[in-house]
């Protein structure tokens, strides 16, 4: 799996953007990008997935650099809900190999809204 | 609510027990997957079967298992359990194994081992 990197923790303030940073410089073609969250210890949760356009839906917004070697999750407002860890991982696409669909969580950033 | 349901919600037991975890998956998925979350190792890839078949192994103990049923609900057993054991298990599902399904997670069990 194509190694990601995130800063250990990021403030943010209510009702502002967060603009969550990832580095997979080593990421191959066919490779998806996902963000996940997790809040305390509730199970994680799917936030949005892109392979090289940006995505945007409900919750977030995804931009991924042209060359693909880093991408930013964009929670447009901010709420107090929003603090949780978050996840970037790169998605194994190996459809033979042992690892096949597992997703590779790193240590995520640690996302503080505060008011 | 992912639509992934899994229970027990908590598990206390002791050394040298053994435990049947059970997770369904939301409706129309057929992949599973098992994870652990230990406090000193994060969430860690267990186990992956798609339609009843195993596709894939992470780090996965020998005294664990696990099966998924026609019905495509899955279990995880895990037996001669050792303090080490006591974390988080959390089971996701996605339509399929494939990168641009994603999974979605259930709410986990915690096991206490005492």
């Known amino acids: 799996d194509a190694k990601t990197t995130q800063p250990p923790s990021m403030d943010c303030a209510e009702g502002r953007a967060a603009n969550l940073p990832c580095n997979h410089s080593t990421i191959s073609g066919n490779e998806y990008v996902y963000w996940y969250r997790q809040i305390h210890s509730q199970g994680p949760q799917y936030i949005i997935h892109g392979l090289k356009n940006n995505e945007t839906n409900e919750m977030a917004s995804l931009i991924i650099t042209e060359d693909r070697k880093s991408s930013t999750l964009i929670l447009p407002h901010a709420t107090l809900r929003d603090t949780a860890v978050y996840y970037c991982?790169?998605?194994?696409?190996?459809?033979?190999?042992?690892?096949?669909?597992?997703?590779?969580f790193g240590q995520g950033t640690i996302l503080t809204v505060h008011p | 609510d992912s639509g992934v349901t899994q229970t027990p919600k908590h598990l206390i037991t002791a050394t040298g027990q053994r435990v049947t975890l059970r997770c369904s998956p939301r409706s129309g998925d057929l992949s599973v997957y098992w994870y652990q979350q230990s406090l000193d190792q994060g969430l860690q890839f267990l186990i992956h079967y798609y339609n009843g078949e195993e596709r894939a192994k992470g780090n996965i103990l020998e005294r664990f298992s696990a099966q998924q049923f026609p019905d495509l609900h899955s279990e995880l057993n895990l037996s001669s359990l050792e303090l080490g054991d006591s974390a988080l298990y959390f089971c996701?599902?996605?339509?399929?194994?494939?990168?641009?399904?994603?999974?979605?997670f259930g709410d986990g069990t915690r096991l206490s081992i005492l």
């Open positions: 996701a599902s996605s339509v399929g194994p494939i990168s641009n399904q994603p999974q979605h």
């Open positions: 991982i790169v998605r194994n696409a190996n459809a033979g190999g042992t690892s096949y669909g597992k997703l590779t």
